[in-house]
């Protein structure tokens, strides 16, 4: 030991001129590494979207707008970019939260300036299989649906050109755009095709429902009796009760991409689809969204009128509005012989939500892959 001691000592005394130099080089490569370490790995290739065969290969992806994993990563950051509001406070992500299922818990969603939107906030799961989007279904295809809200007044509010502008100034965005379309230019098309990119990813596809469905999750009780009703429309003849739901909600995606008038009505005060086809059969025609994640979306309906799910299933099992666009799914089905209305039982009622629990995806609401990515980098 005393030896080497001595042999350590000599060593430091000979280097004794050079030992500063030394340390400053090995400084500075330390510094280098962890400067580089902090750079964000781009991931690279198709981005391999997963989901049950049960729910089908219909899926809606654009031959000009590929999924990729780059994009995927790009259409990320611009869905919680603040930058493409015209008050540089709100992004997509702030009406569409991961926690509500990509909603936001208000009857009418809040852009800038606090202003109001016209209609609630829509839960953005299992788009990939969508074609039709907003309640009254104007827009075709998720890239057209995602320019209005950038340039809706009532929304983010600002023009596609000052988004461009705002996201080439910054030291961020460029470069990202050259690695998921070949050059760093930064158009309104490129935005909106990122964000689609990323919203296609949104799959919610693990729910106890789901779980049931493979195999993997018993039911209870109650939560089968209102799988049943669901599932069945009512004969009173024949002793059948019926919730008389699959006609919009059937499926294991519980989505069937069908717009109707549920009855909210006898005269409705938004036209729905009317607005743009100015039908008379058109008149409070909306989307049926999905019924994925129920639980965690409300307020319910085109204008959130409906706090809580004992509020929709009592709206459907009492108080359908007859009016001459009411769907035909809902005239005069009813559990007790010439009846014009459900009159589901309170148990029933019960058993009935306890199904649509079973649609909560816990993993969904929590995926890191789709959660705010909390920007740092200094752009």
Not at 78 to 83: I, R
């Amino acid at each position: 030991m005393k030896n080497n001691h001595a042999h350590n000592k000599l060593l430091f005394f000979s280097l004794k001129g050079k030992a500063l130099p030394v340390l400053c080089l090995l400084l500075i490569v330390v510094a280098l590494s962890a400067y580089t370490n902090t750079d964000p790995i781009i991931p690279t290739g198709e981005y391999k979207l997963v989901y049950p065969a049960n729910f089908g290969n219909r899926i809606n992806v654009p031959a000009d707008n590929p999924t990729t994993q780059q994009g995927v990563y790009l259409g990320r950051l611009l869905f919680y970019e603040k930058k493409l509001s015209a008050t540089n406070t709100i992004s997509c992500g702030s009406c569409h939260q991961q926690s509500k299922a990509f909603t936001d818990g208000r009857a009418l969603s809040m852009g800038i300036n606090n202003q109001l939107a016209t209609r609630n906030s829509m839960s953005l799961a299992n788009l990939l299989w969508a074609r039709k989007f907003f309640w009254d279904g104007r827009a075709n295809g998720l890239e057209e649906q995602a320019t209005f809200p950038l340039t809706n007044p009532h929304e983010m509010g600002q023009a596609i050109g000052v988004s461009v502008k705002k996201l080439s100034n910054t030291k961020l965005y460029p470069g990202l755009f050259k690695i998921v379309y070949g050059d760093s230019t930064i158009t309104g098309e490129r935005i909106v095709k990122a964000i689609s990119q990323f919203e296609r990813t949104l799959i919610s596809a693990n729910s106890r429902y789901d779980q049931y469905l493979s195999g993997y999750y018993k039911p209870t009780a109650d939560e089968l009796k209102g799988m049943e009703l669901f599932n069945r429309g009512p004969d009173p003849e024949k002793g059948i009760r019926g919730a008389n739901c699959t006609h919009c909600h059937g499926g294991p995606k519980t989505y069937l991409e069908l717009f109707h008038n549920n009855g909210l009505d006898s005269v409705s005060k938004d036209e729905g689809m009317a607005e743009f086809t100015g039908l008379i059969t058109d008149r409070g025609r909306f989307k049926v969204p999905t019924l994925r994640n129920i639980a965690l979306t409300a307020p319910y309906m085109h204008d959130g009128r409906f706090k809580t799910l004992d509020e929709v299933i009592d709206h459907y099992s009492e108080h359908i509005k007859q009016s001459v666009s009411l769907s035909a799914f809902l005239q005069n089905e009813s559990n007790i012989t010439g009846g014009r209305s459900l009159k589901l039982l309170p148990k029933e009622k019960k058993q009935l939500i306890a199904f649509l629990n079973m649609l909560t995806d816990d993993t969904f609401i929590t995926d890191k892959r789709f959660a705010d990515p909390h920007l740092t980098t200094k752009n």
